[in-house]
């Protein structure tokens, strides 16, 4: 006969283990050139740029609600989050997203920890800043990837950053491996500099050794507005240049607004004929109306901030409340998503050609232009750049430390020049430790292992 003690524990023991098992959706990975979801079938993204609240738009589980009724409208399957407070409680938006089969692509910088085109560096307090935000993403299944930076280069004379946000690529994935961590893709979202962008989209792909190269490469690309075509947009040009790319490659910002209303015409090319084979997608530009007129919704007309009192007015607009489409641009990308389901290739079979996938040659170092030896080691952890005597580019180091792979740097250090994102709004909670989560469900099958064999 059962005593009550054990009648009790069972209910929570299993409640536990529900709990800890709600956000248990199919996981993303990268595999050659494209995505899969666990099942093998291909993922195409279909995303969102939802910053919504400028520090952390995903510790407002009812808004993160509210929201995903009108994504879910619109057919979104992916979020872009620019900035996180990695001490905050996200599961409540995470199992939400989760639930309505959307994925997570965060940025693990923030303004303030970003890796800088004018003075670039990858320092200790970086370090620490980005693993953060990935110790509490991680344990999320609908964490389909992370950013280790934003448009660090943004000007044709910019490609000495571009070593360093290798270097913050390679310690990211080896921290991630160190940890035991699935492995969750590591990418880099670029502008659409002209002259810089076919040598930088090479250059963080070609290494031969995988940890020294992108999982995944996305672009900023603005260059379909109005009523355009395939060729006359440049979208061609694009296409040409990432045929042969070795690792997935999508649009992270996209949808023009020089000509409204916005049509979103050029997501029939991404996921057309011309595009689909190479490109994985992309994500529009952007949730919330702002000064920048780029919204698909609107919680409320502007407001002046002289005069705003509402804690959930910044910056002149309300941050919270019901979404409003702002019409006609929700309807015209809800129509153009619904027509557009491409069903890609299957796992089973494209794991026949990934041995037929090599690195994409990688681009020379050029006088006067693309300045980047490819055969030059990467810069360690705690490294700046320096220019040299004449011009030539070096680095030297400001911090004790190689690279993350030997540091004992560690994501546990409370180094006190770490900067972190800006602290949510009050009232937000600590965040749960992943280990802790995994000591959780080992108790837990331990014990319902104790109670099957009692019965």
């Known amino acids: 006969m059962l005593s009550s003690f054990t009648l009790s524990a ?10 800890a098992t709600v956000n248990a959706v199919p996981t993303i990975s990268a595999v050659g050139s494209k995505f899969f979801y666990e099942n093998g079938t291909q993922y195409f993204i279909k995303g969102i740029a939802y910053q919504l609240k400028p520090h952390d738009p995903l510790i407002d589980t009812a808004q993160c609600k509210r929201d995903i009724v009108r994504m879910s409208e619109l057919g979104t399957n992916a979020i872009r989050v620019y900035h996180v407070d990695p001490s905050a409680d996200h599961k409540g938006c995470m199992d939400a997203f989760a639930a309505a089969g959307i994925y997570l692509f965060v940025d693990l910088d923030t303004f303030d920890t970003q890796i800088n085109q004018d003075a670039p560096q990858w320092s200790h307090s970086q370090y620490d800043a980005f693993t ?9 299944d609908n964490t389909a990837g992370v950013f280790v930076g934003n448009e660090v280069l943004t ?20 921290y991630r491996d160190k940890k035991g961590y699935r492995q969750i893709p590591v990418g880099y979202s670029a502008a659409d500099i002209a002259e810089l962008r076919p040598m930088l989209q090479n250059y963080l792909a070609c290494s031969h050794n995988a940890s020294e190269r992108l999982d995944f490469f996305s672009l900023n690309a603005y260059e379909w507005c109005g009523q355009n075509t395939y060729q006359s947009s440049g979208y061609s040009g694009l296409q040409a240049a990432a045929a042969d790319y070795n690792i997935p490659i999508f649009f992270s910002e996209t949808g023009c607004n020089t000509a409204k209303p916005r ?9 057309g004929a011309n595009m689909v084979d190479t490109w994985s997608g992309s994500m529009i530009y952007e949730w919330i109306e702002e000064t920048n007129d780029y919204g698909l919704i609107s919680y409320g007309p502007s407001v002046d901030p002289a005069t705003a009192t509402d804690p959930n007015v910044e910056d002149g607009y309300t941050r919270q409340g019901t979404p409003t489409p702002v019409m006609p641009d929700f309807d015209n990308l809800k129509a153009q998503w619904a027509t557009l389901n491409p069903t890609g290739v299957a796992l089973s079979d494209y794991k026949k050609r990934t041995g037929s996938i090599t690195p994409v040659a990688c681009p020379s170092s050029t006088s006067g232009g693309w300045a980047v030896d490819p055969s030059a080691p990467l810069p360690s952890l705690g490294q700046s750049f320096k220019k040299g005597a ?15 792979g030997t540091s004992t740097s560690t994501n546990t250090s409370a180094s006190s020049s770490q900067t972190s994102s800006a602290a949510s709004p009050a009232g937000h909670h600590a965040s749960s430790v992943p280990s802790h989560l995994l000591t959780v469900s080992v108790l837990l099958s ?3 292992g104790a109670v099957a064999l009692w019965l």
């Open 10 to 19: 069972v209910p929570l023991l299993l409640a536990g283990l529900q709990a």
């Open 263 to 271: 049509t979103f015409d050029d997501q029939a090319a991404i996921f």
């Open 155 to 174: 000007t044709s004379n910019g490609s000495h950053a571009a070593p360093y946000v290798l270097a913050a690529t390679r310690d990211i994935k080896a």
């Open 390 to 404: 004449e011009g030539s580019a070096i680095t030297s180091a400001t911090q004790s430390g190689t690279s993350a």
């Open 132 to 140: 953060k935000v990935l110790d509490e993403f991680q344990q999320y």
């Open 446 to 448: 331990a014990g319902i």
